[in-house]
Nanobody, 124 residues
Framework: QVQLVESGGGSVQAGGSLRLSCAASGRTFSSYTMAWFRQAPGKEREFVAA????????YYADSVKGRFTISRDNAKNTVYLQMNSLKPEDTAVYYC?????????????????WGQGTQVTVSS
């Protein structure tokens, strides 16, 4: 069992930056692929970014490629999402997710665990 707690959400103007963090409980953090998803009002949850268990591979949705960076610190049981050049369409609740996998990341993962989410609002 893994518990995930997101932080770092907030309100920012278009073009600004935010850094989300996700702290995971448990001693097996390095056994998980970690990812971020988001859900905008009235829309389905969508994949944003994923990182392999050792940080050796990453995968991004086309909509955020070049603007967002996912990283992890296994010593701190934490995964991050650095979001730059934010746009109003990035407004959503952002969810941290974990998948039991030590494979290389080549696509959106299928999470086994989810966090509660953190709100990101980008104003124009």
């Amino acid at each position: 069992q893994v518990q995930l707690v997101e932080s770092g959400g907030g309100s920012v103007q278009a073009g600004g930056s935010l850094r989300l963090s996700c702290a995971a409980s448990g001693r097996t953090f390095s056994s998980y692929t970690m990812a971020w998803f988001r859900q905008a009002p009235g829309k389905e949850r969508e994949f944003v970014a994923a990182i392999s268990w050792n940080g050796g591979s990453t995968y991004y949705a086309d909509s955020v490629k070049g603007r967002f960076t996912i990283s992890r610190d296994n010593a701190k049981n934490t995964v991050y999402l650095q979001m730059n050049s934010l746009k109003p369409e990035d407004t959503a609740v952002y969810y941290c997710a974990a998948e039991r996998s030590r494979a290389r990341v080549g696509g959106p993962p299928r999470p086994d665990f989810w966090g509660q989410g953190t709100q990101v609002t980008v104003s124009s």
